[in-house]
């Protein structure tokens, strides 16, 4: 079995990027797609805030772009995902479907999915009003009315950071209680364009004939009274899942499932580097999941110039 020298797990923005040097370093790295090929930025329409593009970016075509670029230096690009992964030995073992992969090397681009409401028309209107993104897409929302559902703290600071172009921001939560912690809470109640429309759920989204979000069908849980609310856009605030299930009991995560890393992209395990959204549930941007895919390229010519290879 041929032992590959990096695979790259993830094929966002830190994962090509990733792939880009590896590749013109002539280590012939394999990319594994994953999930969601291309990452969050294949379900983002337009992307203002990439440096280079003066006139902005439809998201997929800047993730196909990073992918032929990648390619052109001799990245490998394979559809699947890794199953099973087996950090225990050298070289590393991954599982992709009915086959086994061995590396010497390991970079995890998994990223982080968003959580979504799982309502009926939620997925066709992403990119036209549905966002999990506020830093990505509020500012195309400059002068409307838009919502952000949520009780935690990151929709606090989505609708927070969304009042800067909205004239009013709704915040819904199902529940009376905002899960928030008190500073979040007091700094989104002290804003006079958030208005808190707690114990309500989103039923759906209107109105996929229209390709554009008017309205939202609202649900009171405590009277069970349903009515339309009008609205430009829905912002979720209920976080991101990582993927990392299939490293639990081999990499350190934190409470919510995030990988660990030490100076950037080190992992525990030596010859294993994370990168992108997995690893950071901060900044979650194209820019800076691309900087940490090159800074874990880096990492991985070094380890592997340091054992010979």
Not at 181 to 210: C, E, P, Q, Y
């Amino acid at each position: 079995m041929d032992i590959r020298n990096v695979v790259i797990m993830g094929s966002g923005c830190a994962g090509h990027t990733a792939a880009l040097y590896n590749a013109r370093a002539n280590l012939k790295p394999l990319v594994i797609e994953g999930h969601e090929p291309g990452g969050q930025l294949s379900l983002t329409t337009s992307v203002e805030n990439f440096p280079g593009f003066p006139d902005g970016i439809q998201g997929p075509e800047l993730i196909e772009n990073m992918r032929k670029q990648a390619a052109r230096f001799g990245a490998e690009y394979r559809i699947g995902h890794v199953v099973k992964a087996d950090l225990s030995k050298r070289p590393f073992e991954l599982t992709v479907g009915k086959e086994i992969i061995q590396t010497r090397t390991l970079i995890i681009a998994s990223g982080a999915s968003a959580r979504w409401l799982g309502l009926p028309n939620e997925h066709a209107l992403i990119g036209h009003g549905v966002s999990s993104c506020a830093t990505c897409d509020g500012f195309f929302f400059t002068g409307k009315e838009i919502v952000v559902i949520g009780g935690g703290d990151s929709a606090m600071e989505e609708a927070t950071f969304l009042t800067r172009f909205a004239t009013k921001v709704t915040l819904i939560h199902r529940r009376e209680q905002f899960r928030a912690s008190k500073i979040m809470l007091d700094r989104a109640r002290a804003n006079s364009k958030i208005d808190f429309l707690a114990d309500t759920v989103v039923d759906d989204v209107l109105d996929v004939s229209k390709k554009e979000v008017t309205g939202l069908r609202l649900r009171n849980l405590k009277s069970g009274e349903r009515w339309d609310f009008p609205t430009s856009a829905m912002f979720l605030g209920i976080g991101h899942i990582p993927n990392t299930k299939i490293f639990e009991g081999q990499l350190e995560t934190d409470a919510d499932g995030y990988l660990v890393t030490q100076k950037n992209v080190f992992t525990k395990v030596p010859g294993v580097f994370a990168c992108g959204d997995v690893q950071d549930r901060r900044y979650r941007q194209a820019i800076t999941a691309a900087g940490s895919g090159c800074m874990a390229a880096y990492e991985v010519e070094k380890f592997l110039e340091d054992e010979g290879h």
